[in-house]
Structure formats: structure tokens, C-alpha cells
């Protein structure tokens, strides 16, 4: 049993995991902030582009609520379309943030592990061959 916990302990504490649960804790306030930018933000400007209505609130009623007097006997059946919307709009914002978090992340490690360019080199020395034939071609040349 203490060999088990023993490697627990080693697992919990490698970086990786570390580095896990920080993203964790990031993505879920992401989500807080991108759930309150649509519910708050976009679905309200939404409904009013189209006529005023809370987008939040359409839905579909399949069966009313039975009621008997002022107690609900039997629950409404609804479709929560403006639900799903709001939660759709929601996972399109996430997914575009992601899309240019990696995108900026793929741009950054390419440039990080971009080739030295090769450094300009000497040209090479002529040969022997290639300096008596110049000489021959300047002494005909000049006659």
C-alpha cells in the first residue's frame, strides 16, 4: 500500500500533471467568461436584431403543465431551442478562441525552430588547372 501511494505522490507531482491542472483551472474561468459573453452580450443582441425576443427563453412546448389549482401536477415538456442556440454560439466562440490560440502557438514554434541560414562562404580557391588555363587566356589575350 505505501509503494502505491509512494508512486502516486510521484505522479502528482510531475510538472505535467502540474501544468494539467493549471489548464484546467484556466479553461473552466474561460468558460465562465465566454458563457457570460454570449448569454449577456451576443443572445440579447441577437433577440433584438431579430424583433426583440429573448433567445434565452424560446422554446418549443410539447405539452403544457397540468396544474391543479395552484400545484403543478405534471411538468411542462419543452424544447429548449434558445438553450441549444446560446450553447451552440457558446462552443463556436471556444472553438474560434482555441483555433487562434494554436494558430499562434504553431506560428511562434515554427519561427522558434526556423534552419540557421547557411552562412556565406568563401568561394573556393581555383585549381591549378583552372589558374594556368586564365594565365594561357590573358598571355593569348594580350598578344
Given at each position: 500500500?505505501k509503494?502505491?501511494f509512494?508512486?502516486?505522490?510521484?505522479f502528482?507531482?510531475?510538472?505535467?500533471?502540474?501544468d494539467?491542472?493549471?489548464?484546467?483551472?484556466?479553461?473552466?474561468?474561460?468558460?465562465?467568461?465566454?458563457?457570460?459573453?454570449?448569454?449577456?452580450?451576443?443572445?440579447?443582441?441577437?433577440?433584438?436584431?431579430?424583433?426583440?425576443?429573448?433567445?434565452?427563453?424560446?422554446?418549443i412546448?410539447?405539452?403544457?403543465?397540468?396544474?391543479e389549482?395552484?400545484e403543478?401536477?405534471k411538468?411542462?415538456?419543452i424544447?429548449?431551442i434558445g438553450?441549444?442556440?446560446?450553447?451552440?454560439?457558446?462552443?463556436?466562440?471556444?472553438?474560434?478562441?482555441?483555433?487562434?490560440?494554436?494558430k499562434a502557438?504553431?506560428?511562434?514554434?515554427?519561427?522558434?525552430?526556423?534552419?540557421?541560414e547557411?552562412k556565406?562562404?568563401?568561394?573556393?580557391?581555383?585549381?591549378?588547372?583552372e589558374?594556368?588555363?586564365?594565365?594561357?587566356?590573358?598571355?593569348?589575350k594580350?598578344?
Amino acid at each position: 500500500m505505501k509503494k502505491f501511494f509512494g508512486e502516486f505522490k510521484q505522479f502528482i507531482t510531475r510538472g505535467n500533471v502540474m501544468d494539467m491542472a493549471i489548464g484546467v483551472i484556466i479553461a473552466t474561468a474561460f468558460g465562465k467568461i465566454t458563457t457570460s459573453l454570449v448569454n449577456d452580450v451576443f443572445m440579447p443582441f441577437i433577440g433584438w436584431l431579430i424583433g426583440g425576443v429573448d433567445l434565452a427563453k424560446l422554446n418549443i412546448t410539447l405539452a403544457p403543465a397540468v396544474m391543479e389549482g395552484e400545484e403543478v401536477v405534471k411538468e411542462a415538456v419543452i424544447i429548449g431551442i434558445g438553450t441549444f442556440l446560446t450553447t451552440i454560439i457558446d462552443f463556436i466562440l471556444v472553438a474560434f478562441v482555441v483555433f487562434l490560440v494554436v494558430k499562434a502557438f504553431n506560428k511562434a514554434k515554427k519561427k522558434l525552430e526556423k534552419p540557421e541560414e547557411p552562412k556565406e562562404e568563401k568561394p573556393a580557391e581555383p585549381s591549378k588547372e583552372e589558374v594556368l588555363l586564365t594565365e594561357i587566356r590573358d598571355l593569348l589575350k594580350n598578344k
